[in-house]
């Protein structure tokens, strides 16, 4: 599809006003796209004013404007109220529960991304808990929680009850591998299940635990978003989790930016949009009737079999629709356009770039990791057939020794032949004689002229 592009100068103006150096700001707007599939291209951050401003406000702070984008729309999904809900093209209705990765090297600034999104999206609402750390499954549903008075009917004093109290929770992890910890390595863990279900908009709770411990998160009553930075490493025990969905739900984009300006723009300013009535009162999100199409087109071809989904990409679609409808919040609509659609599978290319070369390269870890063990295990065996084969020489060297040593004292003669029959038959087949009698004339316990062996200087103890 194609998308006509808004002038440059034009969506600078439209941040920040004039500037006196318009050519150097054009240029941070509008650098040469790398054609890299591992980071969203230029013209992505060209395509709309409010695009542009977070690539701004990135450069400005010396972070990477792909993890700004996707810090910031998590924290647009922290503030849409859980009761809106995605059109039920597929099963139920689906929602804009988010979960981002954000990955690079130590030092390159996956944790420093989270100030430009939090200056470009501030949160001030009571119902809206941000920067939560991350604990177990039960503790991520009970940060939704909180203690309140109320009057006991029985016996009308005022008591403490628990109580849902916050609609939005968002949680930002600086270390990824705090995650997998507790989600993958910790035994019993229900963290990852949780999220998951999380993700997915479902009924979650505690249902078996006492009265007063006792925590359900009704569907549509609640919103997750999960920010965590991730260095490519620590990334393994989320992968490998295929099986389960949980890589598939993570937006993976990249902290690091190979085209940063020399020269930093000045702030822009906290973005400005306004959410439309239908996100305020809580209902379902509009779809371009072209978009519910196509989705229930791939989904029918799915259910007949005619095309096979790549496990890696079996949640893609509804992560598309949640970052496209998360681009009409950012755009002040109630309704997804094909221009959302066509952004936001741009994302999601991205992502499924970088979820896919993660893949690979733990494939490939993987891989020199078992050459190295096979590798280990041929040189101890070669150790040990060297070590068996030097113990045969060892007894056949001194054999062949005594055996001459004692034979000139009995007043006899030896000969090569009658060495090597003085060696044991075992130890013949694993060393050579000539070797055995080469190493005794090395040592001075043997002579020998031609076919002729005699006792040396020295003998064996």
Known sequence: MERSQPDPTH???????EVDDRDRMDSLLSSADDRSPFYLPASFFDARPELAQIALAAQARLTAPDAVFAKTLGRISAIVPPSTRLPALVGGAGTLDIAVAVIGNPGVGKSSSTGPSRDLVPIIDDEVLTDVPIGSGEGLIDAYFAEVDEIDPNTGKTIKVKRQTKRSVLVNIDEGSTLTELGANRRGSTLFDVMRSMWSGETVGMTNASIERRRRLDAGTYRLVVCAGFQPSTTKAILDQLHTGTPQRFLWLRADAPNAPDVEPAWPGALRFKRPSVYTAGSEIGLDPIIATEIRNRRRLTLRGEVTVDPLAEHDTLQRLKVAALLAVLASRDTVNLDDWALAKTVTDVSRANRTWLTDLHNADQRHAEEAANNRHVRR???????????????????????????????????RRC??????????????VDDAIDAAVNLRWITVDEDVVKPGSARPT
């Not at 969506?11 to 006003?17: A, E, Q």
């Not at 150790?383 to 055996?403: C, K």
């Open 11 to 17: 969506v600078f103006d439209s941040i920040v006003g």
């Open 381 to 415: 065996e070669l150790a040990v057939v060297d070590s068996v084969q030097q113990r045969a020489l060892d007894r056949m060297t001194a054999a062949i020794a005594r055996h001459v040593h004692r034979a000139t004292c009995e007043g006899g003669t030896c000969n």
């Open 419 to 432: 060495a090597a029959r003085s060696t044991a038959g075992r130890d013949r087949t694993i060393a050579a």
